[in-house]
């Protein structure tokens, strides 16, 4: 995995190229059929990034939730969703004295809000904004010689408790089963800006960024 934006690209590029089918469920023409309720769950590959997202330090997680398609017309509906979800960073170390990995977990109660826009049947665009919830962290450091192997849980005082960001993907229904990707972009710096006899610094000075696979189901 050279990025997680490169991973992006191409995850969206073949989904969009292999999975347009006929579907054999007909999109309702008044949101007649009424609201439906979901759960949805999927792997992640989270990151932290400053400047950009060129970054190889990803981490795999998952996320887990519940969502509710709440049709407003015969090819919109809106979507608000409620999901733990892990974010955070990964980065491998290496020095003449010891190697290993750091990993960065943030563990987060994410809520999104999204308009969904059926493009054909069985196809759809995704997007809006989302407010996620810290709810626990931790950093483990695994050394590969044996030396060192450390698990500390992170001063969640110096950690913003709220991540608010964009979201943005893609998705394919057949009948009540869907599968899709999605890409949420944090707009808020995880540490918190701290002072230090002076000196104002923000750890960690990276923001969220989340390249998401999932499946659903909804009844």
Request: net charge negative.
């Amino acid at each position: 995995m050279k990025n997680l934006k490169n991973l992006t690209a191409t995850v969206l590029m073949l989904l969009g190229t292999t999975c347009i089918v006929n579907a054999q469920q007909t999109v309702t023409t008044d949101g007649g059929s009424g609201a439906k309720f979901g759960i949805k769950g999927g792997v992640n590959f989270s990151n932290l990034y400053t400047e950009d997202v060129d970054d190889e330090n990803v981490l795999t997680g998952f996320n887990l939730g519940v969502f509710l398609e709440w049709p407003i017309t015969s090819s919109l509906a809106l979507q608000p969703e409620v999901a733990f979800t892990t974010k955070g960073a990964e980065d491998e170390y290496n020095n003449p004295t010891t190697s290993g990995r750091v990993k960065f977990r943030l563990n987060y109660i994410e809520v999104p809000v999204l308009l969904k826009f059926n493009v054909t049947r069985n196809f759809n665009l995704h997007f809006g904004p989302y407010a996620a919830f810290l709810v626990d962290s931790k950093i483990t450091n695994e050394d590969n010689n044996g030396n060192v192997n450390f698990e500390e849980a992170v001063n969640e005082d110096d950690l913003n408790k709220v991540d608010l960001g964009l979201a943005a993907g893609l998705g394919f229904d057949f009948g009540n089963i869907g599968v899709g990707a999605r890409y949420n972009y944090g707009l808020t710096t995880v540490g918190k800006e701290q002072n230090f006899l002076g000196t104002t610094y923000t750890y960690p000075d990276g923001k969220n960024s989340v390249l998401s696979l999932f499946a659903s189901i909804k009844f």
